[in-house]
């Protein structure tokens, strides 16, 4: 019998299995589009910071290149980055290079057709607010999609709806704040700094509908960005354009911890992926951010 359990826990170690992640039943992942990691130490975000203080965090992940929309945001989601998934743009709707491989919806695998084929029961959610998201989900993998018509505020109301009602397996919302104040006025600007006020305040309704569902103890949030910007814009090597926050709150998660791993915004799908106990597809090139977890 101590044989059979030494055995099983050398297994476990073997596969990186963490014995406080089991008991996760919910994760919620928060996009906020051109939320530059340069921007977190000075702005006004006490939902965010509240999220570091008792979790773990980076900011110095980064995005893949070009610092852009569509092609980060199909990273993150594909665990692999635009030589893989083909996305190479800002608004790719369909891949200028062809996918390496497709599933049987028609796409690069993302994390949400690997929940789809492992784990077919569990109910997932989408909520978007940038149009451009629409292209990059594989729609009939998802329970449910809201396109949010670059309304954040809508995006933040339903999601909280949905996940008091729902309570879903996997939930991903994404703001296009601070991305259009960004592209209007600038990065680096009192009203860039001003709108990421409103950005918290969406980020904490989303960690507010989590207790207000008793889910808070058996849920993971993890906060991040497809880019930040400099100027008026993205897409370029500087750090203001590549450097994104990464946020992870929740059971089994260190405290108040500085990742000391490097991230890559397509690391974000492999850790969920581990989070969740499923076997990633050999195409995907993520791996999950394991320094993040209580041993």
């Known amino acids: 019998m101590k044989k059979s359990i030494i055995a099983f826990c050398l297994l476990c170690a073997g596969l990186g299995v963490n014995a406080q992640v089991k008991n996760v039943k919910h994760v919620v992942l928060i996009g906020c589009d051109g939320l530059g990691a340069y921007a977190i130490p000075d702005a006004q975000m006490p939902n965010l910071k509240k999220l570091m203080e008792t979790g773990a965090s980076s900011l110095e992940a980064r995005s893949v290149l070009p610092s852009s929309s569509a092609v980060n945001w199909a990273s993150m989601?594909?665990?692999?980055?635009?030589?893989?998934?083909?996305?190479?743009?800002?608004?790719?709707?369909?891949?200028?290079?062809?996918?390496?491989?497709?599933?049987?919806?028609?796409?690069?695998?993302?994390?949400?057709?690997?929940?789809?084929?492992?784990k077919p029961n569990a109910k997932t959610a989408v909520i978007y607010s940038w149009p451009g998201i629409g292209p990059l989900v594989e729609k009939d993998a998802i329970s449910i999609v809201v396109p949010g018509n670059d309304k954040d505020d809508f995006c933040a109301d339903t999601t909280a709806t949905i996940i008091k009602k729902q309570k879903p397996y996997f939930t991903f919302v994404h703001f296009d704040e601070p991305d259009h104040t960004g592209h209007e006025i600038g990065h680096r600007t009192p009203a860039y700094y001003e709108q990421l006020k409103k950005v918290d305040e969406r980020i904490g309704k989303v960690v507010q509908a989590v207790k207000d569902a008793g889910i808070e103890k058996e849920t993971i949030?993890?906060?991040?960005?497809?880019?930040?910007?400099?100027?008026?814009?993205?897409?370029?090597?500087?750090?203001?354009?590549?450097?994104?926050?990464?946020?992870?709150?929740?059971?089994?998660?260190?405290?108040?911890?500085?990742?000391?791993?490097?991230?890559?915004?397509?690391?974000?799908?492999?850790?969920?992926?581990?989070?969740?106990?499923?076997?990633?597809?050999?195409?995907?090139?993520?791996?999950?951010?394991?320094?993040?977890?209580?041993?």
């Open 221 to 295: 949030i993890i906060v991040s960005a497809d880019h930040g910007g400099t100027g008026k814009g993205h897409g370029g090597k500087s750090l203001d354009e590549v450097q994104i926050p990464w946020v992870i709150n929740g059971p089994g998660v260190k405290k108040n911890h500085k990742i000391q791993d490097v991230i890559i915004t397509y690391d974000t799908a492999a850790t969920l992926a581990w989070i969740m106990g499923l076997k990633t597809p050999q195409s995907w090139r993520g791996k999950a951010v394991s320094d993040s977890f209580s041993k």
């Open 77 to 118: 989601l594909m665990g692999a980055g635009p030589t893989e998934h083909g996305y190479t743009e800002w608004g790719s709707k369909t891949p200028e290079i062809p996918s390496v491989t497709k599933t049987k919806y028609g796409t690069f695998p993302s994390i949400f057709s690997v929940i789809r084929e492992q």
